[in-house]
């Protein structure tokens, strides 16, 4: 599996933006796939996971996680941002066995990442 991050970017405070992670395969819906960040300095953060069956955890309020099977595509809606959001957004995949998958080294696959920069 290959996962493409996008739909970072600059926004104001109390702004919004949706991540997208489109992925490759055919067996996309196998996947649980998680959502974490990380700012400079500071460790990978986990943000929350969507499972093969759409089951969310979601640690963070503000986020929404959910997926599209037929586009191969896991969203990460994200509002009422803070400038302490800033940070580089990752996705990742793993087979989902029905796990938690809370911590990163959980995760077989990773996006490349995408900044979401948060200004005051």
């Known amino acids: 599996v290959q996962l493409q991050a996008s739909g970072g970017g600059l926004v104001q405070a109390g702004g919004s933006l949706r991540l997208s992670c489109v992925a490759s395969?055919?067996?996309?819906?196998?996947?649980?796939i998680g959502w974490f960040r990380q700012a400079p300095g500071k460790e990978r953060e986990f943000l929350g996971r969507i499972s093969r069956t759409s089951y969310v955890d979601s640690r963070e309020g503000r986020f929404t996680i959910s997926r599209d099977n037929a586009k191969n595509t896991v969203y990460l809606q994200m509002n009422s941002l803070k400038p302490e959001d800033t940070a580089v957004y990752y996705c990742?995949?793993?087979?989902?066995?029905?796990?938690?998958?809370?911590?990163?080294?959980?995760?077989?696959?990773w996006g490349q990442g995408t900044q979401v920069t948060v200004s005051s």
């Open positions: 990742a995949a793993v087979i989902d066995y029905s796990g938690n998958y809370d911590r990163p080294n959980e995760y077989d696959y």
């Open positions: 395969g055919r067996t996309f819906r196998d996947y649980a």
